[in-house]
């Protein structure tokens, strides 16, 4: 995994805020660290959304993060150029297909690099799949071409697929 140098100093800052966070937010959030990222969870404290929040603001402000709205959850991350549509473009790069799953809005982004690539004939066939859930976020639902009943469906879709490629860990045959 490659790291975008302009997100490199990022790093102390994201560090420093995690600890603020763990200290200032109420039991029941999760505060998880990425390393150049950090995200607030509140599934497990629903009622704690608008403390998550004005803490996420306060956090990213005084530590230049950006913030990105996440299911149940804020994330803040270093204010780059570099999202999952960015990253899926360079995987797909030279490639005839490609593939992205997704559950949240951060997905959105791939998604929509991958419908651009097929677009603009860069690429034959790209194909978006939702991961849905009851927190699935209904935009990420309607950008798929796909929607597979959770993590288990999911799971079983790429067994099936790795199968009839004939795939073998660490070849394809």
Not at 109 to 123: D, P, V
Not at 159 to 172: I, K, T
């Amino acid at each position: 995994m490659r790291t975008d140098p302009a997100a490199e100093p990022f790093r102390r800052h994201v560090a420093v805020a995690v600890a603020e966070a763990r200290a200032a937010l109420p039991p029941g959030v999760l505060v998880e660290e990425k390393g150049l990222s950090l995200a607030l969870h509140y599934r497990e404290a629903p009622d704690a959304e608008a403390a998550v929040l004005a803490v996420a603001a306060d956090l990213a402000a005084r530590h230049g993060l950006a913030e990105q709205p996440a299911k149940l959850a804020v994330e803040l991350v270093p204010p780059v150029a570099v999202d999952k549509g960015t990253v899926a473009t360079e995987l797909a790069a030279g490639s005839q297909v490609a593939c992205v799953l997704g559950d949240d809005l951060g997905d959105l982004a791939a998604f929509t690099a991958l419908g651009r690539l097929a677009e603009l004939g860069r690429l034959g066939a790209a194909l978006r799949i939702a991961v849905a859930a009851r927190d699935t976020p209904p935009p990420l639902l309607r950008a798929a071409d796909l929607v597979l009943d959770g993590p288990p469906a999911a799971l079983a879709f790429l067994e099936e697929l790795a199968e009839r490629l004939g795939y073998v860990p660490g070849r394809l045959r």
